[in-house]
């Protein structure tokens, strides 16, 4: 998509400490973030890439977003639900953290928003605001689209193929990290729940098959039915072995670009990408303020 659009990469900082954290994890890991993007084939030369709290305009368009936005909109919010479901501590920036994400997709005047399927209620809400401020105050916003890819919309835990695979998941053997070891890799595969039966296919009525077959047609970029067939004969065990090392073999070339990569030659594009962002962000908060009557 880079080749398409004028891309702006926000590092999530701000959505990061709505959950404790630790702090010089947090600094290490806003870094990680970025090195990983530039690894996994991102160019900072063609993209925008920024650390959201370096953009003040974010925090601002946030706060004018809350004062349009009505509570039942945020309570129908799915991981809202979730969390209040599971009894979880809820933060009011947990709570509010969809409107954070408005201004952030809003600020850019953007067209198209790439995501999970579990992320297209929030630019739903995006676009809702952005289409009640405009009709309240006057055009500002772009009304922004998603865009999903299909068949790798949502990748599941390894572990629970009812549940998304989630980085911050307690049983780390369902999620895959991007540096994760290719020992780490095979174990974890080797762990990956299965469905019952030895055919490989697959099928609503697999979820856990049909998750392991959604990663190795990403990742090795074969189409499902060819996968299929290629295991047609072959039991889960040789399945899992082949998927292993696709993801081994896939995570490669991300691995040995990252090392690669220094903390300066990080900061000095974060310091580029700071800048160019802040001429579109801050452009788009003047007109906004203009049109709520603040006086500029």
């Known amino acids: 998509m880079q080749n398409q659009y004028d ?11 709505t959950v404790p954290h630790n702090p010089k994890t947090l600094r290490e890991q806003t870094l990680q973030v970025v090195k990983l993007y530039i690894a996994s084939g991102i160019d900072p030369k063609q993209s925008t ?4 709290s370096h953009i003040s305009a ?7 977003l809350n004062c349009i936005a009505k509570i039942p909109e945020l309570q129908r919010m799915t991981q809202y639900k979730n969390a209040l479901a599971k009894n979880e501590t809820i933060s009011m920036g947990l709570f509010d953290y969809p409107i954070l994400m408005a201004a952030d997709i809003l600020l850019y005047q953007t067209n198209i928003v790439p995501v999970g399927d579990d992320q297209k209620q929030h630019v739903e809400l995006a676009r809702n605001l952005a289409e009640r401020f405009n009709q309240t105050f006057g055009k500002v916003f772009t009304i922004p689209d ?24 307690k049983n780390q053997n369902g999620c895959i990290s991007l540096l994760d070891t290719p020992e780490t890799i095979r174990k974890k595969i080797q762990k990956a729940v299965t469905d019952s039966g030895a055919e490989i296919i697959y099928s609503d009525e697999k979820p856990a098959l049909k998750n392991l077959l959604t990663i190795y047609s990403a990742l090795g970029n074969i189409a499902i039915p060819k996968i299929e067939k290629q295991f047609q004969e072959k039991n889960y065990k040789e399945f899992k072995e082949n998927l292993a090392e696709i993801i081994v073999n896939a995570l490669k070339r991300i691995q040995e670009k990252y ?17 160019r962002a802040s001429k579109v962000a801050n452009k788009t908060l003047h007109e906004v303020k203009e049109k709520i009557g603040f006086v500029i």
Not at 49 to 52: A, L, P
Not at 58 to 64: G, M, P
Not at 146 to 169: F, G, W, Y
Request: hydrophobic letters at 45%.
């Open 58 to 64: 974010h925090a601002e368009l946030c706060w004018i």
């Open 146 to 169: 998603t865009k999903i890819v299909k068949n790798q919309a949502r990748i599941m835990s390894l572990q629970n193929p009812h549940e998304k695979m989630n980085k911050s998941d």
């Open 7 to 17: 891309a702006y990469i926000p590092v999530m900082d701000m959505h990061a400490i």
């Open 49 to 52: 890439f920024f650390i959201q």
């Open 259 to 275: 090392v690669s990569l220094s903390d300066t030659e990080i900061m000095n594009i974060l310091k580029d990408g700071a800048a």
